[in-house]
Each structure stands twice: as C-alpha cells, then as structure tokens.
C-alpha cells in the first residue's frame, strides 16, 4: 500500500494548562471513508482545526498528498484541495444561499459570473436548489449543514473534512445528509468526518479512530471500536465496560 492521503502525526495542542490534542497520529487512504469519534471536549475539532490550518499546532506534523503542509494558512491548504466544515454553522446571514456557496467557489473560479455557475451548480446538486436565491439565515439547521457542505464542496477538494454535519437532524433528515455524503464520496471526494452519531459511522466509515481527553484510544472498524472496552469507558465513565459484560 502507499501513502495514504493524509498523514498526522505526533500532533499536539495545549491550550494554557489543557491538554487539547496530544500526539496524535491519522491516517486516510485515498478514497476512503474514516471516521473520527470521541467524547465532548476530546478535542476532535482541534484537531481538525490544526489538520486545515486554523490552529497551528504546538507540535507534529500533517502530510496531504505527499507534501508537509504543516502550519500552512487556510486558504493554502484549501488551494491544495483539502478542506474543512464547522461544526458551528455561522454563513453569512446577509447573503443569499447562493452568495455564501460562492465564497467557496471563488477558490477555483476567481470570475465573478464563472463563480456563480459552479455555486449554483453545487448547491442543486444538494438539494438547496429551490433556496439558492434566498436569504442564508432563512435555512433551518439541515439547510445550515447543507449549505456547509455545499461552501467547502466548491472549493473542489480532494478532501473533505466533515465536523458533526448530523448534529441536530431528525430521522428522516438523518437519513437525506447520510446518502448525500455517499453521493459527494462517490464522485471521488474522500471524506474524515467527527460524528456522534453511531449509527452514521457504521453506515459510512470503513475506519474509525477514537479521541479522548485528547489521546488517542483506539483505532478499527466501527463495529470493533464499538465493542472496545477502551471506548466504552471513555464514554460511559470508568468500569462502565465490566459492569456492561458483568449485565450482558
Ligand atoms: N481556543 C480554545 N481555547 C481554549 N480552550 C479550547 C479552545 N478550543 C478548544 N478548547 C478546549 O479544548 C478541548 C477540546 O475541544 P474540542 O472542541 O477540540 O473538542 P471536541 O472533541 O470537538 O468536542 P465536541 O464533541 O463537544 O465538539 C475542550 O476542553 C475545549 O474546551
Ligand atoms: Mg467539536
């Protein structure tokens, strides 16, 4: 096998006396699906946030496609073809639908008009067709975490990182972002995405890797971590796994 898609390693965050993210090492194949999982405040966005150049790590490094782009800006690393959502949605409530998936699209089409076409052609593609001409803060919050993948999709990355786009959703809604993120993987976007949301990682991912209190704990499929005593503890609190086998 050769080098996979993205490489982090040993990599770190301290924030004052927190331990954000500490030596933390991912790795995703190319045209993969990999999750990335853990408790609140494991510091899963932090890693994120180093991995696409919103916070430059205290140390590590993070290889993309075969280059270091470690403490790259942003926008560089986005330019390269590997970009971020977040986790909270804030477009710009000014702007229309379309406006706001253009500020990604002027990443690769720097005319104004050019810019509009691949913005529109996107956010069709994700279902905001028929409120592309309206007002951004007029989307409910499946219409936010659409309208966030559809802003990085315009970008045109060859990664996508996904921070919990299922949060808040219901059934039905869950289902509608499950099978649009098959569909932005099957036209050979690979994904890493942060998900609470167990039954999605089974759905989606082939590989999960679990954070807590900012160390990595294991690293599997998602029925393997799944049944990890490790993360059933990190999770449930300690002896949470002993007092699950001692009822099972
Ligand atoms: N800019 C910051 N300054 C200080 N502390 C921060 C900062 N960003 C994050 N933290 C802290 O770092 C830890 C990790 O936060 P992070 O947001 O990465 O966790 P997370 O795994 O994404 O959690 P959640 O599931 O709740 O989104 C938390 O304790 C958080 O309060
Ligand atoms: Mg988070």
Redesign the pocket.
């Known amino acids: 096998m050769g080098e996979a898609l993205l490489q982090v390693r040993g990599l770190s965050k301290r ?1 004052g006396g ?1 331990r ?1 993210v500490h030596d933390v090492a991912i790795d995703v194949p190319q045209g993969a699906i990999t999750a990335l999982i ?1 408790p ?8 994120f946030a180093m991995i696409a150049g919103f916070v430059r790590p205290d140390s590590g490094s993070v290889r993309f496609a075969g280059d270091d782009l470690t403490g790259w800006r942003a926008d560089r690393i986005a330019a390269r073809g590997m970009v971020r959502t977040f ?1 909270i949605t804030q477009p710009f409530a000014g702007l229309s639908v379309m406006e706001n998936i253009r500020v990604g699209a002027f990443l690769r089409e720097p005319l104004p008009a050019a810019a509009e076409r691949l913005a529109r052609e996107i956010g069709t593609r994700l279902g905001l067709g028929p409120m592309l001409d309206r007002q951004a803060a007029a989307l409910t919050v499946a219409g936010r975490k659409r309208l966030e993948i559809a802003r990085a999709l315009a970008t045109r990355p060859r990664l996508l990182l996904l921070d ?1 786009v299922m949060a808040g959703l219901n059934p039905a809604e869950l289902n509608e972002i499950v099978a649009l993120i098959r569909a932005v993987h099957a036209s050979g976007v690979t994904i890493l995405l942060i998900e ?1 949301i167990m039954q999605a990682v089974v759905a989606l991912a082939a590989d999960a890797f679990v ?1 807590a209190e900012g160390v990595l704990i294991a690293h599997g499929t998602p029925r393997e971590i799944a049944a990890d005593p490790r993360v059933i503890e990190a999770y449930l609190g300690q002896g949470a796994a002993a007092r699950m086998a001692w009822h099972g």
């Not at 609140?40 to 890693?47: D, F, L, Q, V, Y």
């Open positions: 924030f927190l954000a853990g609140n405040g494991a510091g899963k966005t932090t890693t986790q919990e609470h954070l």
